[in-house]
């Protein structure tokens, strides 16, 4: 085996063993969440990607299997469960959804950063594997901030507000508990919160554009 081609095997295999750290970007319903991580998929469109999660609901019209979803009937996901195949799972309307460990190192081995988006429950569960993820939680600036974006967005019934509000509470206190969170993201000005957000993934984000160059350089 000649010199360059020991070098061009010893490249890919790094390459190919490059992943990235997932990042849980967890917070109350309204605190902007999706709103950041939209950013941060727009400034970045190669860096960031969402796992596929599995739900035992059936599929809406439009929508594909393992596109927005895995779905599969309860007795797989039960099954899946078992086997312990899933980072956290959550019941809503009689339906499981779940991350599975195998879609999170999905997207790792395409060399983004899986983004995770989910509640206190998903923290707590995803904190007990061995994924080692960021963890980042998004604070509204007050409660009462967070009932008026929630108010102004026009998504939710009154119920729905109530039932997200109740649960803000919690989540809120959860985030004051030590070593729960990695960094808080105060969510007051937009653009500030999405300058400190940008400022904790600094490094996580130029060592993927910078192994994707790399990569592409490889490839030539
Ligand atoms: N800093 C901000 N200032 C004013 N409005 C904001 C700010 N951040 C987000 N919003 C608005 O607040 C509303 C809630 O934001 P978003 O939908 O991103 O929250 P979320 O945490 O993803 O909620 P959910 O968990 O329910 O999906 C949206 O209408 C969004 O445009």
């Not at 988006?117 to 604070?139: E, N």
């Amino acid at each position: 085996m000649n010199n360059y081609f020991r070098i061009w095997i010893r490249t890919f295999a790094k390459l190919a063993a490059f992943r990235p750290r997932p990042i849980v970007v967890s917070g109350p319903s309204g605190s902007g969440k999706s709103t950041l991580i939209n950013q941060l998929f727009k400034e970045y469109p190669t860096a960031f990607a969402f796992s596929v999660s599995h739900t035992t609901r059936t599929a809406r019209p439009g929508e594909q299997n393992a596109r927005e979803y895995y779905f599969v009937p309860r007795h797989q996901m039960e099954k899946m469960i078992a086997q312990r195949e899933f980072l956290e799972i959550t019941e809503f309307s009689s339906n499981l959804y779940g991350t599975s460990k195998n879609a999170v190192e999905d997207v790792a081995k395409t060399g983004r950063i899986c983004v995770l988006d989910v509640d206190k429950q998903g923290v707590k569960s995803i904190r007990k594997t061995d994924l080692h993820p960021l963890f980042i939680y998004i604070s509204p600036p007050s409660y009462e901030i967070l009932e008026q974006r929630l108010r102004a967005r026009k998504t939710d019934s009154e119920s729905a507000i109530q039932k997200r509000l109740q649960e803000s509470k919690e989540s809120m206190e959860f985030s004051k508990e030590p070593g729960v969170y990695d960094h808080i993201v105060l969510n007051d000005k937009l653009d500030v919160a999405y300058k400190d957000l940008k400022e904790i993934l600094h490094k996580d984000i130029e060592v993927v554009l910078q192994q994707q160059k790399l990569h592409n350089t490889d490839r030539k």
